[in-house]
Nanobody, 112 residues
């Protein structure tokens, strides 16, 4: 059974940091591009960042450039999203996405 499980979310103050993890089971990530999406209340789901299967190609949404870093560890079958300098507008449910599979989402709340 293909499964993606996110972790690492929570409540953080503005300016703080979090690192999200997405662990895959039932398949290996080696040959897949991986993306992080997020969805804030009342808004559409939006792409945050993606990384190619080789890790050589990485893209970020303009809203997170310079603050977020995507990475992957194929040996651990895991993709990460390091989020620094968090802002209240980063508050959302964050999802990882591989192929046709989605994780269940992890809440990130940025508030003082």
């Amino acid at each position: 059974q293909l499964q993606l499980v996110e972790s690492g979310g929570g409540l953080v103050q503005p300016g703080g940091s979090l690192r999200l993890s997405c662990v895959a089971s039932g398949f290996t990530l080696d040959n897949y591009a991986i993306a992080w999406f997020r969805q804030a209340p009342g808004k559409e789901r939006e792409g945050v960042s993606c990384i190619s299967s080789s890790g050589d190609s990485i893209n970020y949404a303009d809203s997170v450039k310079g603050r977020f870093t995507i990475s992957r560890d194929n040996a651990k079958n895991t993709v990460y999203l390091q989020m620094n300098s968090l802002k209240p507008e980063d508050t959302a449910l964050y999802y990882c996405h591989v192929g046709s599979s989605w994780g269940q989402g992890i809440q990130v709340t940025v508030s003082s």
